[in-house]
């Protein structure tokens, strides 16, 4: 099994080296907090933030998964020039149909650096006579 990133392996770093290491390839889920049982929920993941990742012969994302906890839900796999051969973010949207609240988790996987995993995100499903109060809806 080859060892997967995440934010405990960098969290107490001050070196700026292993900030960008880890900005740039790590996966960040953004995604309402609650959403309708059977209604469409859009899930935007990001694989880089402040550091851009290159996009190289031989080092580029390959693919990023998106998880709900032991279920692989979605994945999109990318090629070397995907991002025009020039460093740059990777950016993916799912629609996915929940019918029970969610832990998701995105992987991202770098051909130079290896599998890169994000933090959890709870997404609750509450039934049609219920409202969502979303303070992180995405457009």
């Not at 020039?81 to 988790?105: A, D, H, I, Q, R």
């Not at 290896?114 to 809806?137: F, I, T």
């Amino acid at each position: 099994m080859p060892k997967i990133f995440s934010a405990d392996s960098f969290q107490h770093s001050d070196n700026e080296l292993k900030r960008d290491y880890f900005d740039r390839h790590t996966p960040v889920i953004e995604c309402a907090d609650c959403v309708k049982e059977g209604e469409k929920l859009f899930v935007k993941v990001r694989v880089g933030n402040a550091y851009m990742h290159p996009d190289e012969g031989d080092h580029y994302i390959a693919y990023v998964q998106l998880w709900n906890r032991e279920t692989l839900l979605a994945e999109t796999r990318y090629y070397p020039g995907t991002l025009g051969n020039v460093p740059g973010n990777v950016e993916v949207g799912f629609l996915v149909v929940p019918k029970v609240s969610m832990n998701l988790v995105a992987m991202s996987y770098c051909t130079k650096h290896g599998l890169w995993q994000s933090a959890p995100r709870m997404v609750k499903v509450v039934h049609e006579n219920l409202d969502c109060k979303n303070d992180n809806q995405i457009n």
